[in-house]
């Protein structure tokens, strides 16, 4: 039986051969997952316009790009804050034409010619918001994560007992609701505060509703 001829392949070329057999077997399936499923298409984009904080915006997005996601990645606003991304912590509230929403929940597409005020909006350090001063003043805050959308909210609670705006809480829906704490409360449910703030962001609710001394 003769015997085989010794493997003449060095520690180096053995090294290269491996690193070549590697490659090939991750591109393909690199190609493969860029390209997506068969049959897949490019993301769609349009051009959407909106009037954020006073100010003429164009943006060209791909269809499913959140409000949240345009103000904060497009526009750079990110006093706009994302916290849970489902719509149930508050933090991303904004403005639009005068009411409050969740911009994580809605597609930048769906405002389109659309008025939008963020907390940047609102007021500046120079020139606080009522809202913005009474938080301040009543120490609504501790973290300070919650607070754009908290007082975003809290401007638009007041806005929503001027127009008569009924909540669980009010008693006779032909009345005009009146601004207690726990109508507060109601309508502010939806804005979650982990530090427990809770009762100081009531109270200057109240202080901009006129409600306290």
Same mark, same amino acid.
């Given at each position: 039986? &003769?015997?085989?001829?010794?493997?003449?392949? &060095?520690?180096?070329?053995?090294?290269?051969?491996?690193?070549?057999?590697?490659?090939?077997?991750?591109?393909?399936? =690199?190609?493969?997952?860029?390209?997506?499923?068969?049959?897949?298409? #490019?993301?769609?984009?349009?051009?959407?316009?909106?009037?954020?904080?006073?100010?003429?915006?164009?943006? %060209?997005?791909?269809?499913?790009? $959140?409000?949240?996601?345009?103000? @904060?990645?497009?526009?750079?606003? $990110?006093?706009?804050?994302?916290? +849970?991304?489902?719509?149930? +912590?508050? #933090?991303?509230?904004? /403005?639009?034409?005068?009411?409050?929403?969740?911009?994580?929940?809605? /597609?930048?597409?769906?405002?389109?010619?659309?008025?939008?005020?963020?907390?940047?909006?609102?007021?500046?350090?120079?020139?606080?918001?009522?809202?913005?001063?009474?938080?301040?003043?009543?120490?609504?805050? %501790?973290?300070?994560?919650?607070?754009?959308?908290?007082?975003?909210? =809290?401007?638009?609670?007041? %806005?929503?007992?001027?127009?008569?705006?009924?909540?669980?809480?009010?008693?006779?829906?032909?009345?005009?609701?009146? /601004?207690?704490?726990?109508? *507060? @409360?109601?309508?502010?449910?939806?804005?979650? +505060?982990?530090?427990?703030?809770?009762?100081?962001?009531?109270?200057? *609710?109240?202080?901009?509703?006129?409600?306290?001394?």
């Amino acid at each position: 039986m &003769s015997t085989p001829p010794p493997f003449a392949l &060095s520690r180096r070329d053995l090294l290269k051969l491996s690193a070549g057999s590697a490659t090939a077997m991750v591109v393909p399936t =690199a190609v493969a997952e860029a390209q997506g499923p068969e049959g897949a298409r #490019a993301p769609v984009a349009a051009e959407v316009s909106f009037e954020v904080n006073g100010k003429q915006r164009s943006l %060209q997005l791909d269809t499913r790009v $959140t409000l949240l996601d345009a103000l @904060r990645e497009h526009l750079h606003l $990110t006093g706009t804050k994302k916290g +849970c991304d489902h719509g149930q +912590c508050g #933090a991303c509230t904004v /403005l639009v034409d005068g009411r409050r929403i969740n911009s994580c929940l809605t /597609l930048a597409v769906m405002h389109d010619g659309a008025k939008i005020t963020t907390i940047e909006g609102l007021g500046s350090p120079e020139k606080l918001h009522p809202m913005q001063a009474a938080f301040v003043k009543h120490d609504g805050f %501790q973290c300070g994560y919650c607070t754009p959308g908290q007082i975003c909210s =809290a401007v638009a609670v007041l %806005q929503e007992v001027r127009d008569n705006v009924p909540s669980h809480v009010t008693g006779d829906l032909a009345s005009r609701a009146a /601004l207690t704490a726990e109508e *507060i @409360r109601e309508r502010m449910s939806g804005n979650i +505060c982990r530090c427990g703030a809770y009762s100081n962001i009531v109270e200057a *609710i109240e202080d901009v509703g006129g409600k306290r001394a």
